[in-house]
């Protein structure tokens, strides 16, 4: 007949457990409570970095080009509607596809503030055309698919996505060809 005499350990080792399950529930408490910090935290860095981002969204069976006259391009910006003096339709859309264009990160209406109209000017082309044509006949002849001449308005109530062919929702903004 053996006789246990290890009560004293086995108390122990209960003992450690117990410590153990209290230390890990501060330490669970601790994390929840470091986790809502830098929830909070970062709510506020979102909005300190939020980025303008708007998106094109490609339905046509084509690969369009784009160009965006924008802020720090230098000439032209609206009302001024004539291409850029560089070839800058470098980013491809392809078909059934959409890209986003980021502005930077100021609030859409900071920058839409500095343009001289309030207005963006986005050129669409057919990619092949880029490919065919110097981009000195491209802008002497005009040689666009699309041209959007976007307000924030027009951006807001468009949930900032720009489809090309133009949906029934673009039907009051400025584009040519009609």
């Known amino acids: 007949m053996s006789y246990r005499t290890d009560y004293k350990s086995e108390r122990t080792d209960q003992g450690n457990i117990q410590d153990k399950l209290t230390i890990m529930k501060y330490i669970q408490v601790l994390l929840s409570i470091m986790l809502v910090i830098a929830m909070t935290n970062c709510q506020s860095c979102l909005k300190k970095t939020a980025r303008s981002r708007f998106?094109?969204?490609?339905?046509?069976?084509?690969?369009?080009?784009?160009?965006?006259?924008?802020?720090?391009?230098?000439?032209?910006?609206?009302?001024?509607?004539?291409?850029?003096?560089n070839n800058i339709a470098v980013l491809e859309i392809k078909p059934n596809k959409s890209v986003i264009v980021d502005?930077?990160?100021?609030?859409?209406?900071?920058?839409?503030a500095n343009l001289p109209s309030d207005t963006l000017s986005i050129f669409l082309y057919n990619a092949d055309t880029v490919v065919a044509y110097s981009w000195d006949q491209m802008r002497q002849d005009y040689k666009i698919?699309?041209?959007?001449?976007?307000?924030l308005k027009n951006l807001k109530e468009l949930n900032y996505k720009i489809n090309f062919p133009p949906n029934a929702q673009m039907k009051g903004m400025k584009m040519f060809p009609r």
């Open 55 to 85: 998106t094109i969204q490609n339905d046509a069976s084509l690969t369009l080009k784009y160009s965006i006259s924008t802020i720090g391009q230098g000439p032209p910006l609206y009302p001024d509607t004539s291409l850029p003096f």
């Open 103 to 112: 502005l930077g990160h100021q609030p859409f209406e900071d920058y839409f």
């Open 145 to 151: 698919v699309k041209r959007y001449d976007v307000s």
